[in-house]
């Protein structure tokens, strides 16, 4: 948006190297390119929300009813430094605070900014504020096993491959596995002591 800035100070909620972690707002379905992502093949290559199409009465409805006032869910944009705008989200999502565990997701939309190390600092900042402030024992995902930037980026942050679902995936006509992978909080203090 010319002229305006979309960045408020009072929104950011983690601060990285390169990147700013905010807290999502009707303003960022509104005015980013966040519900189109969801249409985009390039983005979606990999994910499993590529089969139907996304608007943007949908995005502000998934907005309002999941994340705006969710205590099992944290979903937060990403804004590399210099830009205003979110170029992707970061969540930890379908939060257990019984068994202190939590399923990790991100989304890097914006086609520039993928491959610029961003990715790997919005999980490494969500990981920590997982461990550290929320007090989380472990974070999962899942992935296509043919992710090779995903699943390098997670095993960076120190995620280890757990398993795989067998045939999850229909892309391009073929089945594809999913590799399920995780982090320990002892496995992140580990890595953390190592730096
Ligand atoms: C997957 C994703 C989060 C990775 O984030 P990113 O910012 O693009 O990746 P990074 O720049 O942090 O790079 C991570 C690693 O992957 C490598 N990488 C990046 N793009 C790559 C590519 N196209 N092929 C192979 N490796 C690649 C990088 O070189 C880096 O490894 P290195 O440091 O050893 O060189 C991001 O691309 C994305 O959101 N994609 C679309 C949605 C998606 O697929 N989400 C994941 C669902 S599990």
Redesign the pocket.
Known sequence: MQGLSNLDERDIFLRGKTIILKALSENDVLQSGWYGWFNSEE?TE??QQRYFPNTLQKQLEFYRSGIANSSTKIQLGIVPNGMDTIV?VVSLSNIDFLNRKAEFG???GDNAS???????EACLLLVKHGFERLSLNKIY?G??AE????I??YE?VGFVQEGRLRQEMLTNGRYVDTVVMSILAEDFRGKTAEQ
């Open positions: 983005a990999f994910v992707g991100i989304m890097i993928r491959g610029k190390g961003y990715g790997t995902l992935v296509h992710h090779t930037a995903a390098r980026s960076k």
